[in-house]
């Protein structure tokens, strides 16, 4: 059973980067059949795609954030990671990692459990 | 960039209800288009793929249909347990994916 658990800091501070990783278990995050992405939800909100990485490093990110966001994989801790630079209130979130697999139509297979993350002084 | 509307935003039902949620997106998206339910405080949980494909572990209740730019979710008879807030997800254009803004369905 795939798992994907988010981790980092809670609080960050305005004009400061926000930086999450996610720990993948259960499978590789090697296989070529996935893409590996972030998702945000405000409270209270919908849900924003945030961006994506493919096995070999290649990204794609949502236009809105592109500019702020840096998404990375380590194959070798079978983790992938989230930046997003001089963040303000606006980026307080529940952020979600998640597994998009190309088969079936390039859905959200599997999802991490969601970390707060509130951007406050 | 692709934009998705889902109608209502809101309806109240009762167990037992048929209730039918709508999506539309601003552009043909073929049949790329995705169903999620989330519940309060949960992460969204994958129903309906391509349109129409029932993921696995899905209650056959649910059911999804369309291609182009309309699209419908079904539940056929709902349950206390399907209270939730529901999204529909393009997965057509790059680089990449769009939410529908999500359809709450509270009880009657």
């Known amino acids: 059973q795939v798992q994907l658990q988010e981790s980092g800091p809670g609080l960050v501070k305005p004009s400061q980067t926000l930086s999450l990783t996610c720990t993948v278990s259960?499978?590789?995050?090697?296989?070529?059949?996935?893409?590996w992405s972030w998702i945000r939800q405000p409270a209270g909100k919908g849900l924003e795609w945030i961006g994506r990485?493919?096995?070999?490093?290649?990204?794609n990110y949502n236009p809105s954030l592109k500019s702020r966001v840096t998404i990375s994989v380590d194959t070798s801790k079978n983790q992938f990671s989230l930046k997003l630079s001089s963040v303000t209130a606006a980026d307080t979130a529940v952020y979600y990692c998640?597994?998009?697999?190309?088969?079936?139509?390039?859905?959200?297979?599997?999802w991490g459990q969601g970390t707060l993350v509130t951007v406050s002084s | 960039d692709i934009q998705m509307t889902q109608s209502p935003s809101s309806l109240s039902a009762s167990v037992g209800d048929r209730v039918t949620i709508t999506c539309r997106a601003s552009?043909?998206?073929?049949?790329?288009l995705n169903w999620y339910q989330q519940k309060p405080g949960k992460a969204p949980k994958l129903l309906i793929y391509?349109?129409?494909s029932l993921q696995s572990g899905v209650p056959s209740r649910f059911s999804g249909s369309g291609s182009g730019t309309d699209f419908t979710l079904t539940i056929s008879s709902l349950q206390p347990e399907d209270f939730a807030t529901y999204y529909c997800?393009?997965?057509?254009?790059?680089?990449?994916?769009?939410f529908g803004p999500g359809t709450k369905v509270d009880i009657k």
């Open positions: 998640a597994r998009v697999i190309l088969s079936l139509g390039y859905c959200f297979d599997y």
């Open positions: 259960g499978g590789s995050i090697s296989s070529g059949s996935y893409y």
């Open positions: 990485i493919y096995t070999s490093g290649s990204t």
């Open positions: 552009q043909s998206i073929s049949s790329y």
């Open positions: 391509a349109a129409s």
């Open positions: 997800q393009q997965s057509y254009s790059t680089p990449g994916f769009t």
